[in-house]
């Protein structure tokens, strides 16, 4: 048996412990938004935070979790609790075409806005750069990067996994 601690929540799993973390998420525990690409931890449609880190969960073994949190799409912001302030920019932008990606594009963008809450373009571009969106919608990426960190700033919020 295997425990992790999951959005806030403790699962205890019964999976062989050299299964990917991507692969326990969606089909043992039905957390479906984060995405499978390449599963080579190339493109970041995978992308989860363990312990608020952005990390490749379809090469990320469930052993290697231990005690650390994970968090993915489904426990950053809903309808019902209020979204997470780079979810609402994502709408506001119009960002996703087919958002096969765009699990994994916001938490990136999350990552990168708790560490630098007013990044410059070169920097959206350094952090984002190992996140392949296949219809290329980059500049309205960028952009919801950019009104992200704004209404983080209108609203004097502090970016977190939580919003």
């Given at each position: 048996?295997i425990?992790?601690?999951?959005?806030?929540?403790?699962?205890?799993?019964?999976?062989?412990?050299s299964?990917?973390?991507?692969?326990?998420?969606?089909?043992?525990?039905?957390?479906?938004?984060?995405?499978?690409g390449?599963?080579?931890?190339l493109?970041?449609?995978?992308?989860?935070?363990?312990d608020?880190?952005p990390?490749?969960?379809c090469i990320?073994?469930?052993?290697?979790?231990?005690?650390?949190?994970?968090t993915?799409?489904?426990?950053?912001?809903?309808?019902?609790?209020?979204?997470?302030?780079?979810?609402?920019?994502?709408?506001?932008?119009?960002v996703?075409?087919?958002?096969?990606?765009?699990?994994g594009?916001i938490?990136t963008?999350?990552?990168?806005l708790?560490?630098?809450?007013?990044?410059?373009?070169?920097?959206?571009?350094?952090?984002?750069?190992?996140?392949?969106?296949?219809?290329?919608?980059?500049?309205r990426?960028?952009?919801?990067?950019?009104?992200a960190?704004?209404?983080?700033?209108?609203?004097?919020?502090?970016?977190?996994?939580?919003?």
């Open positions: 048996m425990s992790i601690k999951i959005n806030g929540q403790i699962k205890e799993l019964d999976v062989d412990p299964t990917p973390l991507l692969w326990v998420v969606r089909e043992n525990i039905e957390l479906t938004g984060s995405k499978f390449c599963g080579l931890g493109c970041g449609a995978c992308t989860m935070h363990m608020g880190v990390i490749r969960s990320t073994p469930i052993a290697a979790v231990g005690d650390k949190e994970i993915t799409i489904e426990g950053i912001g809903n309808l019902n609790d209020g979204l997470h302030p780079v979810q609402q920019a994502w709408i506001d932008e119009q996703p075409q087919c958002g096969y990606c765009q699990s594009q938490m963008a999350i990552a990168l708790k560490s630098n809450a007013s990044p410059s373009d070169e920097e959206i571009d350094k952090a984002m750069n190992g996140n392949i969106c296949r219809c290329g919608t980059y500049g990426i960028k952009k919801g990067i950019k009104k960190s704004e209404l983080a700033i209108i609203n004097n919020l502090k970016i977190s996994e939580n919003g």
